[in-house]
Every structure is written in structure tokens, then in C-alpha cells.
């Protein structure tokens, strides 16, 4: 079975750059753009929803979420990307990439269009049932980053596969982009047609009650470009990987990449005696462990530290948007104008920063390979947390606030030009077939934990250690320095594991993985038996 399988998996390999490619890049790619809107619109939203469940009469400032209710809104998504994480990659090696593909999908665009009719008067009952389907959105989204980066792999031939699977993965950033000019676009129209006063002129007529329709058209938009994609989505093939190796079944692989790659691949009946005897490994056998142990933990260790590192950037955005003047303080705002200050500030963050990064990725993965990329990023990111963290209070005078802004962007341009990307594409490629999207789910679950603990950990840990000083409802922390020093310590310690993780650059799955070895061992075996055979005696 082998070589059968070695012709059409070689195909894919050696097969030129075609439309198909790009296709599948755009139909993965925009999973992954609904993906980074539908987690990400929701930052641009909080305020507005402090300001209209949460006011207090009398009150000098607008209404806030409380800690714990700013937590959950922001934070259950996460949780539930973490849980489809670890449920659809899973279930992408059980039943197949493609039938669970549409599956992600729909969930959510369902859970996004009920995000936004979210029911109730009182503040509990609509944040609650927000947080609802907000959990099952984040569900769905989970299943879209093992099935995706799966897929892209297997689709894509050996030479630009690193540049294919980056650039679903880049997609986040157009999606973030998107949802900052659309929330720029509707509060910018209710603030023109409902034009009202800033909130120390008139509290209660600065959040007008049409207020409420803005926040829940920015989140139920979210559902439009995976909706859009749905059809092309089940048009889609399985992939020949998961056909041939995991399915067994290499004539129909044949069949479906002859279609797709427009050439004639021969479609060949599989071998069924060396099929029952390849060799085959659980996720939790010794063999397993052996052979890709390290390699698991090199995934899921180093996306972990990334993604505590990448997600603490809360922390710091609402010190930069007011040293540079992009959000001016809340009372001389109205509700809607200051959800378009908001969502100009992460636009323009999106644009500086965080797009080039994966684009730079994209550009440079095949050539200058994954283990350069994420090394040279997280060595960069550790000098730009030391450079913020030891000279901190020397950032906090006006006069200095430009260098921190510059060296606060460097530092997340590095993230995704370097282990932002590279962690979501090598699990993708050192995988055995049979159990690709799981160790991916397993690697990316690993992340999320890191986006949790980096997202609130940090939230209450950059506290001033003075509690009077502190924010409202959180307890005192070790300070935004010393929370920068600890980053910068999470950052090195990325960079060492690392070392863990090998180099996929230029090589096809089949040679990552030691699939093709398998069968080799296999056949190795049965001769050895036969030759040692004990024959008749004469």
C-alpha cells in the first residue's frame, strides 16, 4: 500500500501552485477571519454595555462592567475555543476533515446571530444568555484552527505549504481590521442620526436607548463571511491524506486529487495485506510517546507561553490610546463616540502591527523556515518586554510615551512575525495523519489556557501593589513593571522550548511524521519472518 499511496500523496507533494490552492486558502481563511471578528468585536463593545446596564445615577463616570462581569463576557469565549479545540480535532481524525468542517462552521454563524438577539431587561438576564452563546460561538471557533490548518497541509504541496497554512492563519488580521472599521462605520452613523450629548453634560441622554441596537449589529455581523463560505466550504473534497492513510482507501484518493489538482493520477487498488499490517499507534501508546513526545510538548509549551504573552497586551492598550490621544476620558465622551474611538485605536493597532506581522510570516516561512521565525520572535519580543520593564517609570513621563508606544508595537509585531504564526503551522505538519488535527486541538487548547491566564491573570497581577491605587474591584497586584518582567521571563522560557520542535521546511508530511518508515518496518518484519522460516525436514 505504500507506494500506492506514495504516487498520489507525491502528486500532492510535487503538484505546482494552482487556483485550487488559493481557493482553499480563501475558503479556510475566511473561517479564520470570522474566527479573529467574533472573538475580537467583543473588546469593542464592553464599555458600551458598562454604560448601558451598568449605570449609576449621580456617578462622576460612566457605567462599567464590574471585574467579574467583564471577565465572563470577555473571557467565556475563550473557554469555549479552548473546549471545540480539544472536541473537533478529536473528531477531525474520527470521522473525517470535511464532515466536521461545515459542522464548525454553522455553529458559528448561528451562535453569532444570537449573540446579538441576547433577551431580557436586566442586566443578569442579558449577559447571561450573551455569555450563553458567546461559550458556544468560542466552541465552534475552536474547531475551526485544528480542521483548517489540517486541511491547508494536507491540500498543499511540500515546497510552499509553510506559506499556504500561514496565510489562513494571517486571515485573523484582516478579520480583526474588519471588525474595527465596521464598529467605526455604525457608531459613526448612530452618532450622526442619534446625536447626543457627552456624559458630564447630560448622563443619562449621552447613552441614547437606540444605543442598544449598536452592539448588537457589530456582533451579529460576525456570522456574514462564514455564511458566505459555507457552500464552497462542502464542496470541498476529504483530504488525501486523511483518504489514503487514515480511510485506506487510495483509489478514492486518487480519484478526488485528479479532480482537484487537475492531472491524472492513477486511481489503484490498495494492497490490503500490507494495509492491516502497518504498523499503527495510539495517542497514548509508548510509540507515540517515543516518537512524537517531545514534539507534543514543544507544540503545546510553546503556543502556552506565547499566548500568555500575546494576550497581556490588554493590559497595556489603555495606557498607549491615552498617552496618544485616541480615547479621550469617558465623560467627555457619548456612548457611541466612544465605541468609535475604541475601534479607531484597535484599527489602527491592527494596521500598524498586527497585519504586516503575519504578512512578513507568510512571505519568509518557506525560505527562511519555522524554527528561525519563532527563535528570532521570541528573542525579539524578551529584549522588548526588558526594554518596557526596567526602565518603566522612565516610559511614564509624557515626554517618553512615543518610545513605549514604538517599542510596545515591535514587540507584537514579532509575535506574529514569529510564534504567533509558527505555532499554529508546525503541529499542523509533524503529526501522523491518523492523529494530525487531535495533537493540533491538543496544541491550540494549550494556547487558550496561555490566552486565559494572559488575558485576566495578568489583568489582576499588573495591579498596583498599593490596593488604594488599584483599579475598581480588584485587589493589589505586583504592578505593571514587575508584570513585564514576568512576561519578559515567559518569553525567554518560548524560546527555549523551542529547541523542541523540529524543522518542517521543504519536507513532505509523509517524512515528518515516519508514515512511509511504518510501512517500511512493516515490510522489513514479514521479510525477516519469512527468511527465518524453519523449513521441512527431508
Same mark, same amino acid.
Given at each position: 500500500?505504500?507506494?500506492?499511496?506514495?504516487?498520489?500523496?507525491?502528486?500532492?507533494?510535487?503538484?505546482?501552485?494552482?487556483?485550487?490552492?488559493?481557493?482553499?486558502?480563501?475558503?479556510?481563511?475566511?473561517?479564520?477571519?470570522?474566527?479573529?471578528?467574533?472573538?475580537?468585536?467583543?473588546?469593542?463593545?464592553?464599555?458600551?454595555?458598562?454604560?448601558?446596564?451598568?449605570?449609576?445615577?449621580?456617578?462622576?463616570?460612566?457605567?462599567?462592567?464590574?471585574?467579574?462581569?467583564?471577565?465572563?463576557?470577555?473571557?467565556?469565549?475563550?473557554?469555549?475555543?479552548?473546549?471545540?479545540?480539544?472536541?473537533?480535532?478529536?473528531?477531525?481524525?474520527?470521522?473525517?476533515?470535511?464532515?466536521?468542517?461545515?459542522?464548525?462552521?454553522?455553529?458559528?454563524?448561528?451562535?453569532?446571530?444570537?449573540?446579538?438577539?441576547?433577551?431580557?431587561?436586566?442586566?443578569?438576564?442579558?449577559?447571561?444568555?450573551?455569555?450563553?452563546?458567546?461559550?458556544?460561538?468560542?466552541?465552534?471557533?475552536?474547531?475551526?484552527?485544528?480542521?483548517?490548518?489540517?486541511?491547508?497541509?494536507?491540500? *498543499?504541496?511540500?515546497?510552499?505549504?509553510?506559506?499556504?497554512?500561514?496565510?489562513?492563519?494571517?486571515?485573523?488580521?484582516?478579520?480583526?481590521?474588519?471588525?474595527?472599521?465596521?464598529?467605526?462605520?455604525?457608531?459613526?452613523?448612530?452618532?450622526?442620526?442619534?446625536?447626543?450629548?457627552?456624559?458630564?453634560?447630560?448622563?443619562?441622554?449621552?447613552?441614547?436607548?437606540?444605543?442598544?441596537?449598536?452592539?448588537?449589529?457589530?456582533?451579529?455581523?460576525?456570522?456574514?463571511?462564514?455564511?458566505?463560505?459555507?457552500?464552497?466550504?462542502?464542496?470541498?473534497?476529504?483530504?488525501?491524506?486523511?483518504?489514503?492513510?487514515?480511510?485506506?482507501?487510495?483509489?478514492?484518493?486518487?480519484?478526488?486529487?485528479?479532480?482537484?489538482?487537475?492531472?491524472?493520477?492513477?486511481?489503484?487498488?490498495?494492497?490490503?495485506?500490507?494495509?492491516?499490517?502497518?504498523?499503527?499507534?495510539?495517542?497514548?501508546?509508548? $510509540?507515540?510517546?517515543?516518537?512524537?513526545?517531545?514534539?507534543?510538548?514543544?507544540?503545546?509549551?510553546?503556543?502556552?507561553?506565547?499566548?500568555?504573552?500575546?494576550?497581556?497586551?490588554?493590559?497595556?492598550?489603555? $495606557?498607549?490610546?491615552? *498617552?496618544?490621544?485616541?480615547?479621550?476620558?469617558?465623560?467627555?465622551?457619548?456612548?457611541?463616540?466612544?465605541?468609535?474611538?475604541? *475601534?479607531?485605536?484597535?484599527?489602527?493597532?491592527?494596521?500598524?502591527?498586527?497585519?504586516?506581522?503575519?504578512?512578513?510570516?507568510?512571505?519568509?516561512?518557506?525560505?527562511?523556515?519555522?524554527?528561525?521565525?519563532?527563535?528570532?520572535?521570541?528573542?525579539?519580543?524578551?529584549?522588548?518586554?526588558?526594554?518596557?520593564?526596567?526602565?518603566?517609570?522612565?516610559?511614564?513621563?509624557?515626554?517618553?510615551?512615543?518610545?513605549?508606544?514604538?517599542?510596545?508595537?515591535?514587540?507584537?509585531?514579532?509575535?506574529?512575525?514569529?510564534?504567533?504564526?509558527?505555532?499554529?503551522?508546525?503541529? *499542523?505538519?509533524?503529526?501522523?495523519?491518523?492523529?494530525?488535527?487531535?495533537?493540533?486541538?491538543?496544541?491550540?487548547?494549550?494556547?487558550?489556557?496561555?490566552?486565559?491566564?494572559?488575558?485576566?491573570?495578568?489583568?489582576?497581577?499588573?495591579?498596583?501593589?498599593?490596593?488604594?491605587?488599584?483599579?475598581?474591584?480588584?485587589?493589589?497586584?505586583?504592578?505593571?513593571?514587575?508584570?513585564?518582567?514576568?512576561?519578559?521571563?515567559?518569553?525567554?522560557?518560548?524560546?527555549?522550548?523551542?529547541?523542541?520542535?523540529?524543522?518542517?521546511?521543504?519536507?513532505?508530511?509523509?517524512?515528518?511524521?515516519?508514515?512511509?518508515? $511504518?510501512?517500511?518496518?512493516?515490510?522489513?518484519?514479514?521479510?525477516?519472518?519469512?527468511?527465518?522460516?524453519?523449513?521441512?525436514?527431508?
Amino acid at each position: 500500500m505504500a507506494s500506492d499511496q506514495l504516487k498520489v500523496l507525491n502528486a500532492l507533494d510535487v503538484a505546482k501552485t494552482q487556483w485550487y490552492h488559493f481557493t482553499a486558502i480563501i475558503i479556510a481563511g475566511m473561517g479564520f477571519f470570522t474566527d479573529a471578528y467574533d472573538l475580537f468585536c467583543i473588546s469593542l463593545v464592553t464599555k458600551l454595555l458598562g454604560r448601558i446596564y451598568y449605570h449609576v445615577d449621580g456617578s462622576k463616570k460612566p457605567g462599567t462592567l464590574p471585574p467579574n462581569v467583564s471577565a465572563a463576557v470577555n473571557g467565556v469565549a475563550l473557554c469555549g475555543t479552548l473546549a471545540g479545540q480539544l472536541f473537533f480535532g478529536w473528531l477531525g481524525d474520527k470521522l473525517g476533515r470535511k464532515r466536521v468542517y461545515g459542522l464548525t462552521l454553522m455553529l458559528m454563524c448561528l451562535c453569532s446571530i444570537a449573540s446579538g438577539l441576547s433577551f431580557g431587561k436586566e442586566p443578569k438576564s442579558v449577559l447571561a444568555t450573551l455569555c450563553f452563546f458567546r461559550f458556544w460561538l468560542g466552541f465552534g471557533i475552536g474547531g475551526d484552527y485544528p480542521l483548517s490548518a489540517t486541511i491547508m497541509s494536507e491540500y *498543499a504541496n511540500k515546497k510552499t505549504r509553510g506559506a499556504f497554512i500561514a496565510a489562513v492563519f494571517a486571515m485573523q488580521g484582516f478579520g480583526i481590521l474588519a471588525g474595527g472599521i465596521f464598529a467605526i462605520i455604525i457608531s459613526s452613523a448612530f452618532n450622526t442620526r442619534f446625536n447626543a450629548p457627552a456624559y458630564e453634560v447630560d448622563p443619562i441622554a449621552s447613552t441614547p436607548p437606540q444605543a442598544d441596537y449598536v452592539w448588537r449589529i457589530i456582533l451579529m455581523v460576525g456570522a456574514l463571511p462564514a455564511l458566505l463560505t459555507y457552500y464552497w466550504r462542502m464542496k470541498m473534497p476529504e483530504t488525501a491524506r486523511y483518504t489514503a492513510l487514515v480511510a485506506k482507501n487510495t483509489k478514492q484518493a486518487a480519484a478526488d486529487m485528479s479532480k482537484v489538482l487537475n492531472v491524472d493520477i492513477e486511481a489503484e487498488q490498495p494492497n490490503v495485506e500490507n494495509e492491516t499490517q502497518t504498523k499503527s499507534y495510539g495517542l497514548f501508546s509508548k $510509540d507515540f510517546l517515543r516518537r512524537h513526545g517531545l514534539h507534543l510538548l514543544g507544540t503545546t509549551s510553546t503556543w502556552f507561553l506565547l499566548d500568555i504573552a500575546f494576550y497581556s497586551q490588554n493590559l497595556f492598550q489603555k $495606557d498607549i490610546f491615552s *498617552a496618544i490621544g485616541w480615547i479621550p476620558p469617558a465623560k467627555t465622551m457619548n456612548a457611541t463616540q466612544e465605541v468609535f474611538r475604541i *475601534a479607531r485605536a484597535q484599527t489602527l493597532i491592527a494596521l500598524c502591527s498586527t497585519v504586516p506581522g503575519y504578512w512578513f510570516t507568510v512571505a519568509l516561512i518557506d525560505r527562511i523556515g519555522r524554527f528561525a521565525i519563532q527563535i528570532l520572535g521570541f528573542f525579539m519580543m524578551t529584549v522588548f518586554m526588558f526594554a518596557l520593564a526596567f526602565p518603566y517609570n522612565h516610559w511614564t513621563h509624557p515626554d517618553n510615551r512615543i518610545g513605549f508606544v514604538v517599542l510596545y508595537s515591535l514587540t507584537f509585531f514579532f509575535a506574529n512575525f514569529g510564534p504567533n504564526a509558527t505555532t499554529f503551522v508546525v503541529p *499542523a505538519e509533524i503529526f501522523p495523519a491518523r492523529l494530525r488535527s487531535t495533537c493540533h486541538g491538543i496544541s491550540a487548547a494549550s494556547g487558550k489556557l496561555g490566552a486565559i491566564i494572559g488575558a485576566f491573570g495578568f489583568l489582576y497581577l499588573a495591579q498596583n501593589q498599593d490596593k488604594a491605587k488599584a483599579d475598581a474591584g480588584y485587589p493589589a497586584g505586583i504592578g505593571v513593571k514587575n508584570s513585564l518582567i514576568v512576561l519578559g521571563v515567559v518569553n525567554f522560557l518560548g524560546l527555549m522550548f523551542t529547541f523542541l520542535v523540529p524543522e518542517s521546511k521543504g519536507k513532505s508530511l509523509e517524512e515528518m511524521t515516519g508514515e512511509n518508515e $511504518d510501512v517500511a518496518e512493516t515490510e522489513m518484519d514479514r521479510s525477516a519472518s519469512y527468511n527465518t522460516r524453519t523449513g521441512p525436514v527431508v
